[in-house]
Nanobody
């Protein structure tokens, strides 16, 4: 079955960096759109970054543009999120998500994603 396992979260000071990883298994990874979502306490889950099946197209929410970079390695079935210049407002549980590409753009909301990891906590202190 589909499994997504995140790692790389932790606690850092503002201005620091973290690299999240997501190991995928149980499906044809290169056929799936991938994304990182996050959810802070008391807030709705939001899509942070999304990436196309081949990795050539990416999208980000405005608050992380220029600081975060999503990438994927289809040979290793891995998804990454490089997070630089972290801010306290980036504190959240971060989730890896996947959905089968059905043509067109990979950009979509959380309800379009079928598979989710268990999450990895990122805490940024000021």
């Amino acid at each position: 079955q589909v499994q997504l396992v995140e790692s790389g979260g932790g606690s850092v000071q503002a201005g620091g960096s973290l690299r999240l990883s997501c190991a995928a298994s149980g499906y044809t990874y290169s056929s799936y759109c991938m994304a990182w979502f996050r959810q802070a306490p008391g807030k709705e889950r939001e899509g942070v970054a999304q990436i196309s099946t081949g990795g050539s197209s990416t999208s980000y929410i405005d608050s992380v543009k220029g600081r975060f970079t999503i990438s994927r390695d289809n040979a290793k079935n891995m998804l990454y999120l490089q997070m630089n210049s972290l801010k306290p407002e980036d504190t959240a549980m971060y989730y890896c998500a996947a959905r089968l590409w059905s043509g067109g753009s990979c950009i979509g909301g959380q309800y379009e994603y079928n598979y989710w990891g268990q999450g990895t906590q990122v805490t940024v202190s000021s």
